[in-house]
Structures are given as structure tokens and as C-alpha cells.
């Protein structure tokens, strides 16, 4: 019924830039808080960044400064610019998102993407 597809992933060197795009599809009624999260090997998936409807942000503190979340609603679509890029930020990024679908309007459940890889290294 909804589909996460997220873009952008890749190798980058360290102190470079990456943007990150998920954009949400299907039976969409709403959509409320969307974010990126990740996990690197042998690591606990963490958040990275979200953005509520009413365009609220929070970041983890490793990224604040570097990264920037942003949202297009027309296209209901999550952005993630990262720049200054380190080797620690190297991970699978996944989009989630909070969406009530036309069947069930009255109730947000949280969508994942499958991931993208982000690698850091020179």
C-alpha cells in the first residue's frame, strides 16, 4: 500500500557532501514526522534526523551542523543534505516515516525504507 524509496547513497570522501532523498507512495492519506535513520556494522540503528509536519527539527548531536533534514510535502518527500562528511558517518541510511494510508486514516503507522549505503573513505 505505501512504498519508501530512498536515493543518493554512495561513496564519498571525507569532508564531502551527499544528499539523500525518500519519497512515500501509494494509499497516502497524511503524513506526519519523517526522518533518516542508521546503522553501521556492529552498531544499533540510530537517529540521525527528523522533521515533523509542522517542520520541527532534531538532529543527533554528532551530525548537528552538518547535516540538514528538509521536506517536501507536495512530493511527500525527505531530504537529508549531509556535508562535512566523516569516516564515522559511514553507514546504511534508512528513511522512516509516519504515514495514515487511506484505509486507515485516523492512524499513523511508521514506514521503513530498505536503506541506502552511504560509504565514507578516501
Known amino acids: 500500500q505505501v512504498q519508501l524509496v530512498e536515493s543518493g547513497g554512495g561513496l564519498v570522501q571525507p569532508g564531502g557532501s551527499l544528499r539523500l532523498s525518500c519519497a512515500a507512495s501509494?494509499?497516502?492519506?497524511?503524513?506526519?514526522?519523517m526522518g533518516w535513520y542508521r546503522q553501521a556494522p556492529g552498531k544499533e540503528r540510530e537517529l540521525v534526523a527528523a522533521?515533523?509536519?509542522?517542520?520541527?527539527?532534531n538532529y543527533a548531536d554528532s551530525v548537528k551542523g552538518r547535516f540538514t533534514v528538509s521536506r517536501d510535502n507536495a512530493k511527500n518527500t525527505v531530504y537529508l543534505q549531509m556535508n562535512s562528511l566523516e569516516p564515522e558517518d559511514a553507514a546504511v541510511y534508512y528513511c522512516?516515516?509516519?504515514?495514515?494510508?487511506?484505509?486507515?486514516?485516523?492512524?499513523?503507522?511508521?514506514?521503513w525504507g530498505k536503506g541506502t549505503l552511504v560509504t565514507v573513505s578516501s
Open positions: 501509494g494509499s497516502i492519506f497524511s503524513i506526519n514526522a
Open positions: 522512516n516515516v509516519a504515514i495514515a494510508t487511506l484505509l486507515n486514516p485516523f492512524y499513523a503507522m511508521d514506514y
Open positions: 522533521i515533523s509536519s509542522s517542520g520541527s527539527t
